[in-house]
């Protein structure tokens, strides 16, 4: 039977999906190493919907005065000029240039001669804001991050709904469940065969499980919470439970089925009795419950695998922040303040950040699902009468600690590649619910989002989209380049099911083959190199 879109839509999809994978294949780790591509994914989610607009701006002059208030709001800025945007490289930005591709720009809050300062009224804006240092990180010289990101523009999710845009994010199509597997699933699954010392491959810091739907046992989300969540769960540190069980020996790996594979499985005495029950258990009942309790015996296949390799030994000799604490500039400690001080909180508080690091650094995952907020876990869903403003802010602290996060991630030598960086090596997704109302609308949730992919394989310094400045209120997406999946370049208005296949395209994975989106879906031309 041909491999085509239409078919396999007309194969329908929900619950038929795991079935409709294992039928094509697609739940084979497969993915061929790819030279220069990323092997590791750190996804952030970014909780409640966003105004991106009021960081990037990839509209015109005139869509600015149309669409972003006029900059004001003292010390709490908001909203901006035309003359404030510039590009993060410094080089002229061109507000009316033709076409969907501009460097990456935005409205300019902080002072170039001081970016530290926060006293200082702003020029440009005939004083109407005071300068916030918060964002600087994306444009700092020193580090040229925007030189390593992409912000994809003006997608839409199809959905208004918080649940459903997350789904969307994560696997391209909006809906209360998922009906195809999260990327940061098919991307663990995708690396595997070539990474089989990842004991584990998909971890998930909060939020949305990145669900692995219909892939093998090792693409499903393991929940950890911080470092000390790894001792009760996936170590065998604790007496109470493991004295005199601890001795383990290397027993033949065998499939669900009884076969052989290649390898070994590191089995306690108690580990070796449980698999060897549940592969009796196979055909006594329904086909449906012989999958679930194949996914529970590779399940327990790989935490033994884990057990053994004491990751709580790994992750305590693998430090967080260690090379950017050495720039005065960016102590590991910061605060930011909205106002003088009328709100502040640590950086440390906007999401499990540290640990992400010492999981990436420790070479232990493949993928990191990070959620993540604004300082003292303030999120993105606000419909507030001050929202846009207090949106505006928090979104510029947010981003400076992804920012932060990425620096650090390009100053860290690669463990496998040390011609390369960790942030060589990994894609970086940053992504939210959905976008929002833009500014002179107020603050609802709105359909047309973006994301930003920065690091591991991405052509830097540019942003692809942009906004129909032809409508009235808040604007859906305008056409981009796209490659769609049967390889038709076409210039269209781009979905949630494009990014999600974008991400995957930059790890080297093939449609039809290493990954399957419900609804067709393109590929966004230009982002990935080469």
Not at 231 to 247: I, N, V
Not at 368 to 392: E, I, P, W, Y
Request: charged share 20%; with cysteine; proline share 7%.
């Amino acid at each position: 039977m041909k491999l085509s879109r239409r078919k396999l839509f007309g194969l329908a999809l929900g619950a038929t999906q795991l079935g409709l994978m294992a039928r094509y294949g697609l739940s084979t780790a497969s993915a061929a190493p790819v030279p220069g591509r990323p092997t590791k994914l750190l996804a952030i989610w970014l909780d409640g919907g966003l105004h991106w607009e009021s960081f990037f701006a990839p509209l015109s002059r005139a869509g600015i005065n149309k669409f972003i208030p006029p900059a004001q709001g003292g010390v709490i800025p908001w909203g901006y000029l035309p003359d404030q945007v510039e590009n993060f490289d410094r080089s002229p930005a061109d507000l009316d240039a033709p076409g969907p591709v501009r460097k990456l720009r935005g409205p300019i809050y902080w002072n170039w001669a001081n970016p530290a300062d926060t006293r200082g009224a702003n020029p440009v804006v005939n004083n109407q804001q005071l300068f916030r240092p918060w964002g600087y990180a994306w444009a700092d010289p020193t580090y040229k991050l925007f030189e390593k990101a992409s912000l994809l523009v003006g997608a839409d999710q199809n959905t208004a709904a918080h649940a459903s845009g997350i789904v969307a994010s994560m696997c391209g199509v909006a809906g209360a469940s998922f009906r195809a597997p999260a990327v940061q699933a098919v991307i663990a699954n995708a690396m595997a065969s070539r990474f089989p010392d990842r004991p584990i491959p998909n971890v998930s810091l909060g939020g949305t499980l990145p669900t692995a739907l219909g892939l093998p046992a090792l693409a499903n989300p393991t929940v950890l919470r911080s470092a000390s969540s790894v001792e009760p769960t996936l170590s065998d540190r604790r007496d109470s439970a493991w004295k005199g069980l601890r001795a383990r020996t290397d027993v033949p790996d065998l499939a669900f089925d009884g076969s052989p594979r290649e390898g070994t499985v590191p089995a306690t005495a108690v580990d070796a009795a449980l698999l060897k029950a549940l592969r009796a258990e196979r055909g006594v009942s329904t086909s449906g419950t012989d999958a679930l309790l194949e996914q529970l015996y590779e399940t327990y296949k790989g935490e033994s695998r884990t057990i053994r390799r004491d990751i709580l030994s790994v992750l305590g000799n693998t430090p967080a922040w260690e090379h950017l604490k050495q720039d005065a500039r960016y102590p590991v400690d910061w605060t930011a303040c909205i106002g003088y001080a009328d709100a502040c909180g640590p950086g440390a508080s906007m999401g499990s950040y540290d640990f992400a690091l010492r999981l990436l650094k420790s070479d232990l995952v493949t993928s990191v699902n990070l959620r993540a907020s604004s300082f003292n876990n303030f999120t993105f869903d606000t419909h507030s009468a001050n929202g846009v403003q207090m949106h505006t802010n928090h979104l510029r602290i947010a981003l400076e600690m992804v920012g932060q996060m990425c620096i650090e991630m390009s100053l860290t030598p690669s463990k496998t590649d040390p011609a390369r960086s960790l942030l060589d090596e990994t894609l970086v997704y940053v992504y939210s619910d959905f976008g929002r109302t833009f500014p002179k609308q107020g603050s609802d949730h709105h359909p047309a989002t973006c994301a930003l992919l920065v690091g591991g394989g991405i052509q830097g310094n540019q942003m692809l989209g942009g906004y129909d400045e032809t409508m009235n209120g808040s604007p859906m997406g305008a056409p981009v380049a796209l490659v769609e999946e049967d390889g038709q370049r076409t210039l269209r208005a781009p979905r949630s099911q494009d990014i999600a296949a974008t991400v995957m395209n930059a790890f080297g994975l093939a449609p039809g083959k290493d990954f399957f989106i419900p609804g067709g879906y393109g590929v966004y031309d230009g982002v990935v190199k080469g």
